[in-house]
T-cell receptor, first 113, second 115 residues
């Protein structure tokens, strides 16, 4: 595997379910990001981890809970979501030397029923 | 002040033509301006980026023009090809002070290049 991988690629869940999204980067980067991409809206930065420490949380509802166990893995735990949370969730990573050169995974298409 | 406004929302160009996408920003602290390209089913990929110390950067058929006084920057795709059909996002960031990025993205432009 190379680059940034995300699993699952597609997820359908009910409002009472608990699920997790997984991201893995094989680039040796030190920062990882979760973004939400909704139709006709800019990409929204949700969380940033730098050296496994959460450094940004952009007013994201508590039903989204990130976890970064090591510099290669990032999770987004989902609980009691709403239909408006349906979107493409993108993971990205960047090297310590250039945080703005972000490499994105293919995303998880989430549908909340 | 954190917004980046991108236009047009969609663009149709004939093969061989020039595609132009524009972005405007308000935050004068922004000092890094990348463009990302996204194909269906894929994540965005960095295409080209510019810093405000230059007014133009060219990589192959892709050129960024930057106007610091107007707080605007644009992407020009010369000799547009059907394979360029994708969604393009501009972004901006203030790179000072942190080892991670905080990109503010535009709304995206869906480019269709007809053969």
């Amino acid at each position: 595997e190379t680059g940034v991988t995300q699993t699952p690629r597609h997820l359908v869940m009910g409002m009472t379910n608990k699920k997790s999204l997984k991201c893995e980067q094989h680039l040796g980067h030190n920062a990882m990001y979760w973004y939400k991409q909704s139709a006709k809206k800019p990409l929204e930065l949700m969380f940033v981890y730098s050296l496994e420490e959460r450094v940004e949380n952009n007013s994201v509802p508590s039903r989204f809970s990130p976890e970064c166990p090591n510099s290669s893995h990032l999770f987004l735990h989902l609980h009691t979501l709403q239909p408006e949370d349906s979107a493409l969730y993108l993971c990205a990573s960047s090297p310590m030397t250039s945080g703005n050169e972000q490499f994105f995974g293919p995303g998880t298409r989430l549908t909340v029923l | 002040q954190q917004q980046v406004k991108q236009s047009p929302q969609s663009l149709i160009v004939q093969k061989g033509g020039i595609s132009i996408i524009n972005c405007a920003y308000e935050n004068t602290a922004f000092d890094y301006f990348p463009w990302y390209q996204q194909f269906p089913g894929k994540g965005p990929a960095l295409l080209i980026a510019i810093r405000p110390d230059v007014s133009e950067k060219k990589e192959g058929r892709f050129t960024i023009s930057f106007n610091k006084s107007a707080k605007q920057f644009s992407l020009h795709i010369m000799d547009s090809q059907p394979g360029d059909s994708a969604t393009y996002f501009c972004a901006a960031s203030n790179t000072g002070g942190t080892s991670y990025g905080k990109l503010t993205f535009g709304q995206g432009t869906i480019l269709t290049v007809h053969p």
